[in-house]
């Protein structure tokens, strides 16, 4: 699973660089993120701009990062493809999450693999 993780303002943006989030590197996408959160920053922003599909076993993953962050570090989404969208609205994930349309503009600070 390959993540960068940037800065924009005080929020943590991590970045997934990979084309799928499914149930082959659902765990290790909530490993990555677990890792890379531990600095600080809030809210943590992810960035899901370069997915292009999503199943449900990543968005338990996605659910599951904001369950660890708790409420004092609010998950945010952004950058949906139209097909991840879709699944949001379906689920009502839309409706829990702040979602932004597109990224915010990073200062680049990891990658992790």
């Not at 943590?44 to 708790?70: C, H, N, W, Y």
């Not at 945010?76 to 991840?84: P, R, Y």
Request: proline share 4%.
């Amino acid at each position: 699973m390959q993540v960068s993780v940037g800065r924009a303002g005080s929020a943590l943006v991590i970045t997934v660089l990979e084309q799928r989030l499914d149930a082959a590197v659902a765990l290790t996408f909530k490993e990555a993120v677990r890792d890379l959160s531990v600095t600080a920053g809030s809210p943590v922003i992810l960035d899901l701009s370069r997915v292009e599909f999503l199943d449900s076993s990543g968005l338990g993953a996605i659910v599951g990062v904001m369950k660890m962050l708790g409420p004092e570090r609010p998950l945010e989404i952004a950058g949906l493809t139209s097909a991840v969208r879709k699944l949001f609205r379906l689920t009502r994930m839309d409706t829990v999450f702040t979602i932004h349309d597109s990224p915010p503009d990073t200062v680049a600070v990891a990658a992790a693999e």
